[in-house]
């Protein structure tokens, strides 16, 4: 019986390995959620319901979305003045099951913002932190069957604790902003 020293059965198994590579692939790295608008779409993942019961119905759009990085307005959203005068458009991200999340940025302080939102939305909202401060406005039920995300202002302020703001970054273009809104409308729009 011949020995052969142990260096040499490694190269004798990478080359293996390089000669017959391994079937399975390794799955590919994790992406962040949410996307940000226009990347690709991630691959439908396997129904987790049986194959027998009927995927739930999407309700059908009323207007038309906004493109991949245009901005949307009041009508496409579906509620006049949810969109802050002043506040400039940063980004929109799929949230999966027809719904969008749109991103805005302001100067205004978060005080005038969430009482904006309660004179334009007749609600109270929630008070979801303290400290950062964020309120929460609802714009419907959440349905968990044909909803990714609770339809909803959301505004947040920036400059807690002497912050500078949310930098926002597009191209060569940096802005900060003191208070950021996110709108998630219902599906279909």
């Known amino acids: 019986m011949r020995l052969v020293p142990a260096a040499l059965c490694g190269v004798t198994f990478a080359l293996a390995l390089r000669a017959f590579p391994l079937a399975a692939q390794q799955p590919p790295p994790p992406q962040p959620f949410p996307r940000p608008a226009g990347s690709a779409a991630p691959p439908p993942a396997a129904p987790s319901q049986p194959a027998s019961s009927p995927a739930p119905a999407v309700p059908a759009r009323t207007t038309a979305a906004p493109a991949p990085g245009e901005a949307p307005t009041d009508a496409s959203l579906g509620i006049p003045g949810i969109i802050f005068p002043s506040a400039q458009f940063l980004s929109a991200f799929e949230l999966g099951r027809g719904q969008r999340c749109y991103l805005f940025g302001t100067d205004m302080s978060y005080v005038e913002l969430v009482a904006y939102y309660k004179n334009v939305l007749k609600d109270g909202g929630r008070e979801l932190f303290k400290a950062p ?3 929460q406005f609802d714009l419907g039920k959440f349905q968990d069957e044909t909803m990714a ?21 597009d191209g060569m273009e940096m ?6 809104i996110q709108i998630v409308p219902m599906p279909g729009r």
Request: cysteine-free; proline content about 3%.
């Open 175 to 180: 802005k900060r902003f003191k208070t950021v």
């Open 133 to 135: 401060a964020m309120q």
């Open 149 to 169: 995300a609770q339809p909803s202002v959301v505004v947040k302020d920036y400059t807690f604790a002497g912050g500078e703001g949310y930098l926002h970054v």
